[in-house]
C-alpha cells in the first residue's frame, strides 16, 4: 500500500481499477505478469529496444540536418540510456531471474533509474527523470502497440490515472464506468477540476508523479476530500473509505431536502443561488440541486466538445436547449473564453507562450469578429426564448468592452434589418476577473447591467499564481487579503448601481460563504453539487452576523489567519461544512 498526497478538487471516494494514461492519452499498458517463454521474451525486449534506437537515431540526424542541436541533444540523451549496458543486463536479468514480462522488467528497472535521477543534487540532472519516463514510454509502446483512450465508451469501472486531462477530455468522460481521476499536474480550478466538481467525479490532481507510481490493474481508491490517492490499500484502508463515503452520501440525501427551500438568511435576507453549467443536459441537474438559474455557462465547451468551430445554428441549437430545460429561468450565457486551458497550446499553428497572458477570451473574440458575432447572433435570436442574459469575459479595458457592447449592437441592427426578433432589452454584464477591471468597477458599472465575478482568474492574475499549476498551488488563495479587498470594493462600488454576483470557484466554497454574505453580496454562481451546503450556512446564520464576520476578516493581514477565522466561524454554525 503506497499513500500520495496531492489537491483534492472533487469531492468523494472512488475504489475501483486503474487505467494510467501517459501524456498523449495513450494507455500504458499492465506492467506486471510473468513471462511464459523466458527466451522468447528475451528477444521481444531486445526488438523493442532495437526499433526504439533505430527511430531515435533518425529522428536524431534528421534534426541535426535541420540545425535543431538541442532536440538532437535530448534524443541523443535518449538513446545513450538505451545503449546503456548495465541497464539492459538489469532489464534482461529482471526477465530471467524472476520470470518477468519483459513490460515488467522495463518497468521496474526504468523506475529504479528515475529514483536515482530524481534524488540528484544536480538540478539538471534531476530534471531528466522525466526523460527516463519517456524512455520508459517509448519502449512499453513498441512492446504492446499503441491504444489510445476512448474516454466515451468503456466496458467497465475504472479510476483514470493520467498525467493531465484537458478540460474537453474531462468532460467527455464516461460518467458510468469512469468512479475518479488523478493526475500529475494540475491545480484547484484549472478547468480540468472544475469539470470533474460539476459532474460529481472525486478527483485528485497535482500529484506530480502519479502516472509512474501506479501500474494498471492497481487497485486505487481516491479520495477527493483529502486529495489523497492510495495505491494498492489494505483491507482496513479499503473499509475505512467505503465508510465515510457512505457517510458523505448520507449528508448528501439530508441536503437534498433544502432543494425546495429558499436561500434565506435567519433574519429574512433573500440570496440567489445559481449554478455553472458547461452543457445544457446540466441545467438539469442543477435544477434538481436548487440553482434558480444558471448563472454561467461556459460555451467555450461548445468548442471544445466538437472537432469544428461551431455554427451559428449550432450554438443557437444549444441555447435554445438550455432555456427550454430552465422554463423561464435565467440564463447567462458568457461569450466564448477560449484560450489559456482551454485550448490545446500543443496543436495551435501558434503556441502562445504565456497562455494565461495572450492571446486569450475577449481578445480572441475581438480579433476574429466573424467568429464573434456568429455567437452573438445566435445569442441575439435565442434572447426570445427565455429570460437570456449574455456576459462579456476577462474584460480588461473599457475600450474592449465598448468593442463587444458595439458589435452586439451591428449584430441587433443586422437582426431587424432582417425581420429576426430579438429582446433589444437584454441585460448585458462583464465579468470581473482582472484586477484592471476590479479597480475600475465605478467606471465599468456605468457601462453595463451587471457584474459577475471570476475569482478564479482574478485570484490568479492578482497573486501571479497560475490556476493549472501543481507548483504553486499553494499560493493560490482567494483567502488572500488583497484579493479580499478587491473583491469587497467590487460588490460595494457595483451594487450601488447594478446587480452583482460571484461566478467563480470561491462562491461554491462553503469556508466563504460567511464572509460573501457579510460583504454584501446577494447573488452566488457555483456547480450544482455545492448549492446545497451553501444554502445550510445561509440558513443557518443571519445577515448580522455575517456582517460582523467580513468585519473581522478585512482587519486581517494573512490568508491562513482569514481561512482559520473562517473554518472556525463556519464549523460554529455548522459542524458538518467541511
Ligand atoms: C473565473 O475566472 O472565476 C471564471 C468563473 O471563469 P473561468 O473559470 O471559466 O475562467
Ligand atoms: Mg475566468
Excluded at 48 to 68: G, N, S, V
Excluded at 130 to 152: C, H, N, P, S
Amino acid at each position: 500500500m503506497e499513500i500520495k498526497k496531492g489537491i483534492g478538487v472533487s469531492p468523494g471516494v472512488a475504489i475501483s481499477t486503474a487505467v494510467v494514461l501517459d501524456a498523449d492519452s495513450v494507455i500504458i499498458p499492465r506492467r506486471k505478469g510473468i513471462a511464459a517463454n523466458v527466451d522468447a521474451e528475451v528477444e521481444r525486449f531486445n526488438l523493442a529496444l532495437r526499433q526504439a534506437i533505430i527511430e531515435l537515431t533518425a529522428q536524431r540526424d534528421e534534426f541535426m540536418a535541420h540545425d535543431r542541436k538541442e532536440i538532437a541533444g535530448i534524443l541523443d540523451f535518449h538513446i545513450g540510456v538505451l545503449k546503456d549496458k548495465s541497464l539492459i543486463d538489469q532489464i534482461i536479468a529482471q526477465i530471467r531471474d524472476h520470470l518477468a514480462t519483459a513490460e515488467y522488467a522495463v518497468s521496474t528497472v526504468m523506475k529504479q533509474y528515475a529514483n536515482v535521477f530524481s534524488r540528484m543534487a544536480d538540478r539538471y540532472l534531476a530534471e531528466r527523470v522525466k526523460d527516463i519516463f519517456d524512455i520508459e514510454r517509448q519502449l512499453l509502446t513498441r512492446l504492446t502497440g499503441q491504444q489510445r483512450m476512448d474516454f466515451a465508451n468503456l466496458t467497465s469501472d475504472v479510476v483514470l490515472i493520467a498525467h493531465d486531462l484537458l478540460p474537453s477530455q474531462a468532460a467527455a468522460l464516461d460518467r458510468k464506468h469512469v468512479k475518479g481521476f488523478a493526475t500529475d499536474a494540475g491545480g484547484r480550478t484549472s478547468h480540468t477540476a472544475i469539470v470533474a466538481r460539476a459532474m460529481g467525479i472525486p478527483a485528485v490532481v497535482g500529484l506530480t508523479d502519479i502516472t509512474a507510481e501506479v501500474s494498471a490493474g492497481d487497485t486505487i481508491i481516491i479520495d477527493g476530500n483529502h486529495g489523497v490517492v492510495i495505491i494498492n490499500p489494505d483491507e482496513a484502508s479499503l473499509e475505512e473509505h467505503r465508510k465515510v463515503e457512505i457517510h458523505r452520501l448520507e449528508i448528501e440525501t439530508e441536503r437534498a431536502a433544502l432543494q425546495e427551500l429558499p436561500a434565506q438568511t435567519l433574519d429574512g435576507h433573500l440570496i440567489s443561488l445559481m449554478a455553472n453549467i458547461e452543457f445544457p443536459m446540466e441545467v438539469d441537474e442543477a435544477l434538481r440541486r436548487g440553482a434558480e438559474g444558471i448563472g454561467l455557462y461556459r460555451t467555450e465547451f461548445l468548442y471544445l466538445a466538437s472537432d469544428h468551430e461551431p455554427s451559428e445554428e449550432e450554438h443557437y441549437g444549444s441555447y435554445a436547449d438550455a432555456l427550454l430545460r430552465l422554463k423561464n429561468r435565467p440564463l447567462v450565457i458568457r461569450t466564448v473564453d477560449l484560450g489559456a486551458d482551454k485550448y490545446t497550446q500543443s496543436k495551435a499553428t501558434n503556441p502562445e507562450r504565456n497562455p494565461f497572458l495572450g492571446d486569450r477570451s475577449i481578445r480572441m473574440c475581438l480579433h476574429d469578429i466573424p467568429m464573434f458575432k456568429r455567437q452573438l447572433r445566435a445569442i441575439m435570436r435565442a434572447s426570445v426564448l427565455g429570460d437570456v442574459r449574455i456576459m462579456f469575459p476577462m474584460i480588461t479595458t473599457l475600450i474592449e468592452l465598448r468593442q463587444a457592447k458595439m458589435l452586439l449592437n451591428d449584430v441587433m441592427e443586422e437582426l431587424e434589418d432582417e425581420g429576426v426578433s430579438y429582446n433589444r432589452d437584454i441585460p448585458v454584464g462583464m465579468m470581473i476577473e482582472v484586477p484592471s477591471a476590479a479597480l475600475m468597477a465605478e467606471k465599468f458599472a456605468r457601462e453595463v447591467n451587471f457584474f459577475s465575478i471570476g475569482t478564479n482568474d482574478l485570484v490568479q492574475y492578482t497573486l501571479a499564481v497560475d490556476r493549472t499549476n501543481e507548483r504553486v498551488a499553494g499560493l493560490f488563495c482567494p483567502g488572500h487579503p488583497a484579493v479580499l479587498s478587491l473583491v469587497r470594493d467590487v460588490i460595494r462600488k457595483g451594487s450601488r448601481t447594478i446587480s452583482v454576483s460571484m461566478c467563480g470557484e470561491m462562491a461554491g466554497e462553503p469556508l466563504y460563504t460567511l464572509l460573501l454574505l457579510g460583504l454584501g453580496l446577494t447573488t452566488f454562481s457555483m456547480n450544482a453539487p455545492d448549492i446545497p451546503e451553501v444554502k445550510k450556512i445561509i440558513r443557518s446564520t443571519t445577515m448580522e452576523h455575517a456582517r460582523a464576520v467580513a468585519r473581522r476578516v478585512m482587519t486581517f493581514d494573512s490568508e491562513r489567519q482569514v481561512m482559520h477565522y473562517l473554518r472556525d466561524e463556519t464549523r460554529k454554525i455548522d459542524p458538518e461544512a467541511f
